[in-house]
């Protein structure tokens, strides 16, 4: 069992669907975080959950919308999407909030979104 | 502000031979940490190396290393006794220690090696 899984690994969707984007970490970890990877582009941050509480929104549009109901799982719910949203979304733990240089970010596999 | 640049979209490399991938960086921070993760085709970033700004010796893990140059702002990644298993995209990241940056490990745009048998 890895120590991040996410699901799906693929998903298309149309502009008005709602979807929703399924992160689970087996690590004991205390801090989750959605990354976004688009082609040709570094990895940007989205959002950071610290036991369970919202402690970063790097500027993210109000279309995806996070969820940390425990320290194990994360949700990034979609709604009304644009097709430049299409990217590789990563999932990563760590075992705390970020504030040792040194924290090591764990990362699942993320999953292949395409908006039509 | 904290930014990584990695100057190679693409490399090649001879299978058993050892390459270097670059990385330059910049920040304001007096401490510093800075990382390589490797992204298969499957899509998860592997985690491989650290380095701390202020260690005093260069990191090594199994085959990898980092050629860690503080005044030149460089962090370079060798990976000796390349195998085919190597082939993945190659990101340099950076996360600093004050309050704005703490949270935000910083990637650069990533290396592509491709191991040639």
């Known amino acids: 069992e890895t120590g991040v899984t996410q699901t799906p690994r693929h998903l298309v969707m149309g502009m008005t669907n709602k979807k929703s984007l399924k992160c689970e970490q087996h690590?004991?970890?205390?801090?989750m975080y959605w990354y976004k990877q688009s082609a040709k582009k570094p990895l940007e941050l989205m959002f950071v959950y610290s036991l369970e509480e919202r402690v970063e929104n790097n500027s993210v549009p109000s279309r995806f919308s996070p969820e940390c109901p425990n320290s194990s799982h994360l949700f990034l719910h979609l709604h009304t999407l644009q097709p430049e949203d299409s990217a590789l979304y990563l999932c990563?733990?760590?075992?705390?909030?970020?504030?040792?240089?040194?924290?090591?970010?764990?990362f699942g596999s993320g999953t292949q979104l395409s908006v039509l | 502000a904290q930014k990584i640049t990695q100057t190679q979209p693409g490399m090649f490399v001879q299978e058993k031979e050892a390459v270097t991938l670059d990385c330059t960086y910049d920040t304001s921070d007096p401490s510093y940490g800075l990382f390589w993760y490797k992204q298969p085709s499957s899509g998860e970033m592997i985690f491989l190396i650290y380095q701390g700004s202020y260690d005093q010796q260069n990191a090594t893990e199994g085959r990898y290393s980092l050629n860690f140059q503080k005044a030149r702002k460089s962090a370079n990644l060798v990976i000796s006794a390349s195998q085919l298993g190597d082939s993945a995209m190659y990101f340099c990241a950076m996360r600093g220690i004050s309050s704005g940056s703490a949270r935000q490990l910083t990637f650069g745009s990533g290396t592509q090696l491709t191991v040639l048998p």
């Open positions: 990563a733990s760590s075992q705390d909030a970020p504030q040792a240089p040194n924290e090591k970010l764990f």
């Open positions: 690590l004991g970890h205390n801090a």
